[in-house]
Nanobody, 125 residues
Framework: SVAARGVWGGLVQPGGSLRLSCAAS????????INWFRQAPGKEREGVSC???????YYADSVKGRFTISRDNAKNTVYLQMNSLKPEDTSVYYC???????????????????WGKGTLVTVSS
């Protein structure tokens, strides 16, 4: 299974930072690309970032320059460092293991083998 965990809790003020971690059990993440998707209430799911097994990265325009994805294969964990958070970043964030599938400049969930349960990030003052 894949579990997404938010470190330091899921509530942060605008302009603040939060790091999400995605840990796997039962398999090794280093054989997979790891995606981060998010979905806010009433909105469509959005592909946020992806890191391939070869460490290539993708970021949605909405988070480029603010979010950084990284992986630590020794810890079987992928991280999403989120800085300069905005209220519009409020969503449930999911990590997903599989492939980075980018179509028309957007990260899509095709090729995902495992989904994490998600973690709520709330950006509010």
């Amino acid at each position: 299974s894949v579990a997404a965990r938010g470190v330091w809790g899921g509530l942060v003020q605008p302009g603040g930072s939060l790091r999400l971690s995605c840990a796997a059990s039962g398999f090794t993440l280093d054989n997979y690309a790891i995606n981060w998707f998010r979905q806010a209430p009433g909105k469509e799911r959005e592909g946020v970032s992806c890191i391939s097994s070869m460490y290539s990265t993708y970021y949605a325009d909405s988070v480029k320059g603010r979010f950084t994805i990284s992986r630590d294969n020794a810890k079987n964990t992928v991280y999403l460092q989120m800085n300069s958070l905005k209220p519009e970043d409020t969503s449930v964030y999911y990590c997903a293991a599989g492939a980075c599938t980018i179509v028309g400049g957007k990260l899509l969930p095709y090729g995902v083998h495992y989904w994490g349960k998600g973690t709520l990030v709330t950006v509010s003052s």
